[in-house]
């Protein structure tokens, strides 16, 4: 078996540790004996999703979202289409903001790619820190670090999860990230795959599934230093009742849902 990792516009698009995204995805499979290649795209590459198996896309500045519109309006329906036929993507920040119809920054308009039905407003005061997410997606919590000015509605999406310490997609700490198909688009920096294996393998296993179309149980890995650094963040900024279920810390997120 082998996937292809596709990672669009590094050149642009690369903050904070997020192509260490497309280094744990390859590892994770080699170690399981799988092959993987990565083939990175640049700013006015010709990307052809149909060899694709996985696209990782990550965090830029508001000066590389708006470099990179004129690339992906030439990719729209492609992209659209390899959404919608379950391609699997990770997005990560401005990616996320710009799968969306729009994120406006400080007057200035940049249209995105439309495939989820979102929008980002830019607002003062930049969502910094650590954030710890409870996802009905994963029995492990999901943790990360944002730093977003952008405030991303995300309507009748799923989000990733519930915020249980940090800001999250608003600023109220409510939920963060939407999980759409086989897209997670998320704030969530760090790299995110490194600290959070699980979310890692979902995205291998549903790939796998997609190109061979049989359920794939990944091999466990031992995973002993991902999981302790995993558990070191949820145990700084969360608490424990009696029996193990989380609570928030100082910081913590509310009930409720993005309208």
Excluded at 89 to 118: F, H, N, P, T
Aim: proline share 3%; net charge positive.
């Amino acid at each position: 078996m082998k996937l292809t990792i596709g990672c669009l516009y590094p050149d642009l698009f690369n903050l904070y540790g997020d192509r260490g995204n497309v280094q744990c995805l390859k590892k994770r499979l080699q170690w399981r004996g799988i092959e993987a290649e990565v083939v990175s795209f640049l700013a006015g590459d010709r990307v052809d999703f149909g060899k694709l198996d996985i696209l990782a896309w990550g965090g830029g500045s508001d000066r590389g979202q708006a470099l990179s519109l004129g690339h992906l309006g030439k990719v729209r329906q492609d992209f659209r289409g390899y959404v919608e036929d379950g391609g699997v993507v990770l997005a990560v920040c401005a990616a996320y903001q710009l799968l969306g119809r729009y994120y406006r920054a400080e007057g200035k308009m940049l249209k995105g790619l439309g495939i989820l039905d979102i929008h980002t407003e830019w607002a003062p005061g930049r969502l910094v820190g650590n954030i710890v997410l409870e996802s009905p997606f994963f029995r492990t919590p999901v943790v990360g670090f944002e730093n977003h000015a952008g405030r991303t509605c995300i309507g009748s999406h799923t989000p990733l999860g519930k915020v249980l310490f940090g800001k999250g997609n608003t600023g109220n700490g409510d939920y963060e990230g939407v999980v759409y198909r086989n897209v997670i688009a998320t704030y969530l920096h760090g790299p995110l795959l490194p600290k959070n294996p699980e979310v890692c393998d979902w995205l291998l296993e549903r790939a796998l599934k997609r190109k061979y179309g049989v359920d794939v149980a990944l091999a466990a890995l031992p995973d002993t230093q991902e999981i302790q650094a995993n558990r070191n963040i949820v145990e700084r900024y969360t608490s424990q009742d009696s029996e193990g279920i989380l609570k928030t810390g100082q910081e913590s997120g509310h009930s409720g849902r993005d309208k």
